[in-house]
């Protein structure tokens, strides 16, 4: 018997060591499964709020890899926090009326998204969340050219130009891109318009994802012409002044974008 064993035992008043109960090496055998468990759960917890900055972080090296190895790693790192910065507005806009959302996901070449863990009360709100993304991804283009003047380096130049592109490429009204989830507070049928001109684009040079969005598209287009339910109807229900307020700043922000894609825009002849 080692000396802890002996510290350990129990004696009674005539000085007989006391012998365990069935209960008493029960709990002796279970005490290091408990404090194990203990741990574990605690693991857990932190692994629950560690899963969402696992994700977001995991899929934004991901893309910021396959980036690099068309652009270069230094305008990879840029443009991947662009779309952060975009998927963030969309993030602040929803958190802003109380609605549950995902960790932002990057998908290479595909930008980013957000899920909706709950859909949005009406058209007005869906509008405002759609609108936070290209708002807050306008301010981070507006930085980098900010940049660009402090430093005179073009690579801010170009991310500058690239962030004005990416917001008002998702302006334009059409299926789940920013600006058809903003057509529902003006006007579903402006989806059409959206349709139209991404086909022009398609036309003007194929892109399987610009095909991809055309397919994404055609549930909601394919529902301005059918017959719409009381509370599809009431969905659609804001005020004038909601109405004017989104409008103002939709196409505000899209004239601002192109002017921005005009302002940045570097010839070929100054890269080289």
Same mark, same amino acid.
């Given at each position: 018997?080692?000396?802890?064993?002996?510290s350990?035992?129990?004696?009674?008043?005539?000085?007989?060591?006391?012998?365990? =109960?069935?209960?008493?090496?029960?709990?002796?055998?279970?005490?290091?499964? #408990?404090?194990? @468990? +203990? !741990?574990? %759960?605690k693991? &857990?917890?932190?692994?629950?709020?560690?899963l969402?900055?696992?994700?977001?972080?995991? =899929?934004?090296?991901?893309?910021i890899?396959?980036?690099?190895?068309?652009? #270069?790693?230094? @305008? +990879? !790192?840029g %443009?991947?926090l &662009?779309?952060?910065?975009h998927?963030?507005?969309?993030?602040?806009?929803?958190?802003r009326?109380?609605?549950?959302?995902?960790?932002?996901?990057?998908?290479?070449?595909m930008?980013? @998204?957000?899920?909706?863990?709950?859909?949005?009360h009406?058209?007005?709100?869906?509008?405002?969340v759609?609108?936070?993304?290209?708002?807050?991804?306008t301010?981070g283009?507006?930085i980098?050219?900010v940049?660009?003047?402090?430093?005179?380096?073009?690579?801010?130049?170009?991310?500058a130009?690239?962030?004005?592109?990416?917001?008002?490429?998702n302006?334009?009204p059409i299926?789940?891109?920013?600006?058809?989830?903003?057509a529902?507070?003006?006007s579903?049928w402006?989806?059409?318009?959206?349709?139209?001109?991404?086909?022009g684009?398609?036309?003007?040079?194929?892109?399987?994802i610009?095909?991809?969005?055309?397919?994404?598209?055609?549930?909601?287009?394919?529902s301005?012409?059918?017959?719409?339910?009381?509370?599809?109807?009431?969905?659609?229900?804001?005020?004038?002044?909601?109405?004017?307020?989104v409008?103002?700043?939709?196409?505000?922000?899209?004239?601002?974008?192109?002017?921005?894609?005009?302002?940045?825009?570097?010839?070929?002849?100054?890269?080289?």
């Open positions: 018997m080692d000396e802890k064993e002996y350990d035992r129990k004696y009674d008043a005539t000085g007989q060591p006391v012998q365990p =109960t069935l209960w008493g090496k029960v709990k002796k055998v279970l005490a290091p499964v #408990g404090i194990a @468990f +203990a !741990v574990f %759960f693991f &857990l917890v932190k692994l629950k709020f560690l969402p900055v696992l994700k977001t972080g995991g =899929t934004m090296i991901l893309s890899g396959f980036y690099a190895m068309a652009w #270069g790693w230094k @305008f +990879a !790192v %443009f991947v &662009l779309i952060f910065i998927e963030c507005g969309h993030l602040v806009a929803a958190k009326f109380g609605l549950k959302v995902g960790a932002p996901v990057f998908i290479p070449f930008g980013a @998204f957000i899920a909706l863990k709950e859909a949005p009406n058209a007005w709100v869906e509008a405002e759609g609108i936070g993304g290209p708002l807050l991804g301010f283009a507006i980098c050219e940049i660009y003047y402090a430093t005179g380096n073009l690579l801010f130049r170009a991310l130009y690239s962030g004005c592109m990416l917001n008002l490429f302006l334009i299926g789940f891109l920013d600006g058809g989830r903003v529902t507070a003006l579903p402006l989806w059409v318009a959206g349709f139209i001109i991404m086909v684009v398609t036309i003007y040079q194929f892109n399987l610009v095909v991809f969005i055309l397919i994404m598209s055609l549930p909601r287009l394919f301005l012409f059918r017959a719409k339910s009381e509370a599809e109807l009431r969905y659609f229900e804001i005020t004038p002044a909601q109405r004017w307020s409008a103002v700043t939709y196409f505000g922000l899209i004239a601002l974008l192109v002017y921005g894609m005009n302002l940045t825009y570097i010839p070929r002849e100054t890269v080289q």
